[in-house]
């Protein structure tokens, strides 16, 4: 497949991974595609057409026989060379999509970059970078978010070098790097964190130390790294507060008298609440250290969601993060 | 000392320990004591007058030379027999007291704790449990929450067995117990996880098995057992994205027009909002596995924390909160 002349190269989107797909990743991928996006569904083409309006412009597609279903273990795709994650992971592989948006098996999804991408020179482990808001207004890059569950020390010092050129892609001058830790005092964390630290404290980057969560999202660091395990049990947990405190609030305004005026104030508030408290992990996290943009989207992902991680996989290709990662990781020595 | 006849043991109360000891927690044991309770200070007892009423009723003093200070290692405190610290533990090792409660230095309190009290038989590490608000109305809890930043996984089997026992002492009949995990499908989780499962699952407990944040806070399960380090970044982490929450209401709310109906409402649900996202850390946890009731307050703790961290050890002398830890981990074998 050769990418028409005059556009740029298409996201290629699994169209089969999600709880429900493929319906809400064809929907998102049309809405993304009225908005401009070049992109191509890969999957069941005979299903996948059955979703697409006759007219209008839809996204390409591209043919996959299988699907790795949720409950396969994550080295299955090894055995599942047609399967729409290693075929849309291949066209990038290839040359004929710029990005990779999988909303299916994380595990699967990163099997299948290794393998059809392969890593970046000095990256033995690639990271999930999932952007939090903080309290000051910032962004905060936080890996690894899930993707490596037993992290060596110095896979978090690998993952220190890729959150700081995410940093730097996002436009952050010299990002501060902190480490995840369960005291900001010296001698506190656990062996992994004591061990990883002069390792990071080593490396040509502005090193903040050990750093508690609170002090991250308030803006004492740009990049907070840690083992995959807790920055997974970390992003769940606040969701988990989140959609707790939503509830609540929700609640509250249903049980007041309805038709006064503070009613309509309640609702708008709630609206900002929601929209400033929104985690970006909706839209999808990077895939970092592979030789190739990769978008993980979330598994509930609706339209919207698929729309905003094809959006992050273009903005990741346009302001070169590959590039940037790779060079970091290059002056770094790694 | 020996207790006054005809009123039940004291509260042993460290005075030096906490950010703003000792005047919060001095104001906070005459709150207690003006509530009916029986508090008995331990610090510097020519400070501590200074700051007590010369009218009404006061809590006792018993005097220490020494205060662990909060950049000194946890260790210190085996040389420091005179601290305050170690002074309240012994206090209730001499059955002088009923329990134990200290705002300051964590892993000195637990070093303490081990010195003066020793542990239950079958309990190599003591665990802080929390209690965490579900969204089902009712608690989790949560352990270890921050004592041990490296468990073994026989360490996690027994941190289920003393969350069980704690969760029975609330009054839950046959608590479903579960293990933090990053998913909850078998063969997920880390290496620690894997191997901690079956040991759990072999306790004569209801084990739910690996459970997910959001899970666990919606109320598939009272107890949720993990590694201290995790458990306490899973804690901070929520602390913060609360505090975050909170900040973004009162924001929303100042900038909305004064003097309108709704701005009333708008402070009214504010308040509620504050009261059922509150996570009781606030009034102190539960120190695990030692043989007596110990209380770990908050550093930051205020007279109202301090306050709550000595009425939660009262409850927990008043059900048998030890008896109970004993005989859960005789019925098990341990």
Chains 1, 2 share one sequence.
């Not at 929104?278 to 990769?294: I, K, N």
């Not at 979330?298 to 919207?304: C, F, I, L, Y």
Request: with cysteine; hydrophobic share 45%; net charge negative.
């Amino acid at each position: 497949m050769i990418a028409a002349p005059g556009r740029r190269l298409p996201v290629a989107l699994d169209a089969m991974g999600g709880d429900d797909a493929p319906q809400a990743i064809v929907q998102g991928a049309l809405e993304a595609v009225r908005h401009g996006e070049n992109v191509i569904l890969i999957g069941d083409e005979r299903r996948l057409r059955q979703l697409l309006p006759s007219r209008g412009p839809t996204p390409q597609i591209a043919h996959a026989d299988e699907v790795v279903s949720m409950d396969q273990g994550a080295a299955s795709v090894r055995r599942m060379p047609d399967s729409s994650i290693r075929r849309t992971m291949a066209l990038v592989g290839a040359g004929e999509a710029c990005a990779a948006v999988c909303c299916g098996h994380t595990g699967a999804s990163m099997v299948s970059a290794r393998l059809e991408l392969g890593s970046l020179d000095g990256v033995e482990r690639a990271a999930i970078a999932t952007l939090l808001p903080r309290s000051d207004g910032g962004r905060l890059v936080l890996l690894d978010a899930g993707a490596n569950v037993d992290c060596r020390p110095e896979h978090l010092a690998c993952f220190a070098l890729l959150g700081a050129a995410y940093a730097s892609v996002l436009g952050v001058d010299a990002p501060r790097v902190g480490l995840l830790s369960n005291g900001e005092e010296e001698g506190k964390g656990n062996g992994q964190v004591r061990t990883a630290l002069p390792l990071i404290k080593a490396l040509d980057l502005d090193v903040v130390g050990p750093v508690e969560p609170h002090t991250a999202l308030a803006g004492g660091c740009d990049v907070l790294v840690c083992d995959g395990f807790v920055g997974n049990v970390l992003l769940k947990s606040a969701e988990a507060v989140i959609a707790t405190a939503l509830q609540i609030l929700r609640e509250e305004i249903k049980g007041r008298p309805s038709g006064v005026a503070g009613s309509w104030m309640l609702r708008s508030t709630m609206q900002r609440f929601h929209e400033r408290l929104a985690w970006d992990a909706h839209g999808g996290a990077l895939l970092l250290g592979t030789r190739g943009v990769v978008v993980v989207g979330h598994g509930r992902a609706n339209p919207e969601a698929v729309c905003s991680a094809i959006a992050l996989a273009r903005e990741a290709v346009d302001r070169g993060l590959v590039q940037e990662v790779a060079a970091r990781l290059a002056g770094s020595g790694a």
